[in-house]
């Protein structure tokens, strides 16, 4: 049985080709002999997860540091959970302070490099000094514990190091994506009502500036919360700067004084708030705190990157990504990792980069994503035939569902058949990692995520909350509250109950399709709600929608994706236009970069002279995820109002 919501997504020619995979590819002897959870090890600690939840992440949490230990390990009234109760900590502290006292202090933190080539590096006492820095220098704005702190930056070491400051005083930031335009920017700053912004001048993409505070300059002209702009001097281009709101960080943090105590919070302290796009049109701004979390990020980075004292770690996401807070900065820092964060893009100056990064700086763990494998595969082997990978050990994998053919490609050209690779399934709502492979432990599956992590208890479900067996597709659902788990929507707990614990009754609602096989593995094969997926970022069709609509030429419109080679998905827009406007495609596409971004810019634009609705005025996507994708119509198109409009549809040429 098959549920019904997961016949409908796109025909997707990368999903029938997981769901036909049977490969299986061990971990080599030699990793599995040195590797830090063996088979046995998984096993055990899993069932123990299960069976003594509180006694297992007690036992974890004690590895970090408290300034006042938990009461009771969870309360759970559902859909609100609270972990660590009673508790008092400070994940700066303990990404930092924890580890120079534990004798880390000369290691190396952040290897950042720019796109110029630039490299600065700093150690873990001078990551701690700079941040302790910053911590003051935010508290002289007025910055207090709970104040939110917008920050909008390139990916240089000031973002991890404001991070982690606001994490210090109790601030909660809220990324925005350097990409993001001027309305979504803020749009993000008026909902999370932040009174401080931290941006820079500029930042570097393929050689260009992408002018930051020009955007901050225009947003901040409609979020009346904003009372002060820091900006970091990134690219020396002459920002403009406004007298007695906008301050210079290297004036204000480079005046602060270098002491500081991490204070104390409370284990439910919110940490971060990260917008991200649900199925309605506002993007929903995703709660994490602080306890909770801080045990998830360090416990899954430890075990699923099979984390050593010698590793060099680099996770390719911006930090305006879920992956870039968990991965690139807060849970391999816990674990006192030599983290790189690098600033541009993958085929800068040329596709050899990334290869050159990991030459450069003798990468041992990469953790990217299918995207990018699929651009450099099409790229070719030759490429990073150039460059000596051997220092790499591991690979790992996340943002979408990754095909066979770019698995095998990972494994193959950039691993040498050497690294195990980890396929690890997780979103912005669950903080951590929830399934993967442990690389020394269990074989993969190219296609297939693999087994729960620690404290998961994953099920496929059909609608009706049916628990369905192996080789059923349905619904991925979470049985069971896990530590880093998202707490609510900022400002809108309502939204939080139904959209992740209302859609089937007693657990979490992940949103995507999946199947399990005999031996438990899990694939996952993407969205079932009108989330598209393009290069491993999340966008809301409603989003998109509503930009385009907004354009006066446009009447109506209506966004399905399409399957793409290399973007996972892309965007295609059925417009219809106003009268008496012609729709002008350039003029479009602009537009929806400036209202969204450049990622949310319809690959193709149908102009229609009507949309497939039903009686009742619905519009019946599933049949324009076919007519986008090429593909023969099927289904039932009896409810439509007029049927023939699929065939006119199908006629028109894209633009
Ligand atoms: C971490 C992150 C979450 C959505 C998720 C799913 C897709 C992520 C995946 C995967 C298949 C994987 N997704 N990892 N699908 N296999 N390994 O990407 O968070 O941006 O919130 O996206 O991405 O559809 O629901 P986020």
Redesign the pocket.
């Known amino acids: 049985m098959t549920d019904p919501a997961l016949s409908q997504p796109s025909p997707n020619d990368h999903i029938d080709a997981m769901l036909h995979e049977n490969r299986v590819i061990p971990p080599s002897e030699e990793f599995a002999a040195r590797a830090r959870v063996s088979r046995e090890q998984y096993e055990e600690r899993y069932r123990r997860s299960l069976d003594d939840p509180d006694g297992f992440w007690s036992e974890v949490a004690d590895e970090l540091a408290w300034m006042r230990r938990w009461d009771e390990v969870l309360d759970w009234q559902e859909p609100h959970a609270r972990w660590f109760v009673g508790g008092q900590t400070n994940i700066a502290y303990n990404a930092l302070d924890r580890n120079v006292a534990r004798g880390l202090g000369d290691k190396t933190a952040i290897i950042w490099e720019g796109e110029d080539g630039t490299v600065r590096t700093s150690t873990y006492s001078e990551l701690l000094r700079e941040v302790k820095k910053a911590a003051n220098a935010l508290t002289s704005l007025g910055v207090q514990q709970g104040d939110r702190v917008t920050l909008y930056l390139p990916l240089i070491p000031e973002a991890a190091v404001a991070m982690l400051a606001c994490a210090r005083i109790g601030a909660v930031h809220s990324v925005v994506f350097g990409g993001f335009s001027v309305s979504a920017l803020s749009d993000r700053i008026n909902d999370a009502q932040s009174k401080v912004l931290i941006t820079a001048d500029a930042g570097q993409r393929r050689g260009a500036l992408v002018r930051l505070k020009e955007n901050a300059d225009q947003a901040a002209q409609n979020t009346p919360s904003l009372e002060k702009i820091v900006v970091v001097c990134r690219a020396n281009c002459d920002a403009p700067m406004q007298e007695g709101r906008d301050v210079w960080w290297h004036d204000v943090v480079g005046a602060a004084s270098e002491e500081h105590e991490a204070v104390p919070l409370d284990s439910e302290h919110p940490l971060f708030i990260l917008y ?1 796009s649900g199925s309605t049109g506002k993007p929903k701004g995703v709660q994490h705190t602080t306890g909770g979390y801080m045990v998830g990020t360090y416990l899954t980075t430890q075990a699923v990157f099979d984390l050593r004292e010698d590793d060099v770690y680099w996770c390719t996401a911006d930090v305006g ?3 870039g807070h968990s991965y690139s900065v807060y849970g391999p820092l816990l674990n006192g990792a030599t983290v790189v964060l690098y600033e541009g893009a993958p085929n800068h100056p040329d596709w050899g980069r990334f290869w050159e990064v990991v030459q450069k700086h003798r990468v041992t763990i990469l953790y990217t994503a299918p995207t990018a494998i699929r651009s450099f595969m099409r790229q070719g082997d030759e490429i990073p035939s150039r460059y000596d990978l051997s220092s790499l050990r591991l690979l790992g ?6 095909n066979p053919e770019a698995w095998m490609w990972y494994y193959r050209v950039i691993g040498g058949e050497r690294c195990p690779v980890v ?7 669950t903080g951590a990692i929830m ?1 993967t492979t442990l690389p020394g432990a269990h074989p993969s599956k190219p296609g297939s ?1 693999g087994l729960p992590m620690f404290g998961v208890e994953p099920a496929i479900m059909t609608h009706a909350g049916e628990e369905l067996g192996p080789d059923d597709g349905g619904l991925l659902v979470i049985k069971r509250p896990w530590p880093s788990m998202l707490r609510t929507v900022y400002g809108d707990d309502e939204r939080y109950r139904k959209s992740y614990w209302g859609e089937i009754p007693g657990v979490y609602f ?3 399709g999946a199947r399990r096989d005999h031996e438990g593995y899990i694939t ?1 094969v ?2 079932v709600d009108d ?1 598209l ?1 393009v290069s ?3 966008l809301g069709t409603m989003e998109i929608e509503s930009a385009l609509v907004a354009h006066p030429s446009i009447a109506e419109a209506a966004v399905v994706g399409r399957p793409d080679d290399v973007k996972g998905e892309c965007v295609v827009a059925f417009v219809l236009p106003q009268s008496g406007f012609e729709v002008d495609p350039k003029v479009i596409r602009a537009h929806v970069s400036k209202e969204i971004g450049a990622l949310a810019r319809p690959d193709a634009i149908i102009i229609a002279d009507a949309l497939p609705k039903t009686r009742s005025g619905k519009i019946m996507r599933r049949f324009l995820r076919q007519i986008a994708a090429g593909k023969e119509i099927q289904g039932d198109t009896s409810t439509l109002e007029d049927p023939g409009v699929l065939d006119r549809l199908a006629a028109t040429q894209a633009v």
């Open positions: 991200t990504w879920v992956t994998s996340v943002g979408e569902p990754i396929d690890t399934w997780w979103q912005t709502e399934l995520a992940a949103g995507d996952v993407g969205r989330v997926n491993g970022h999340r």
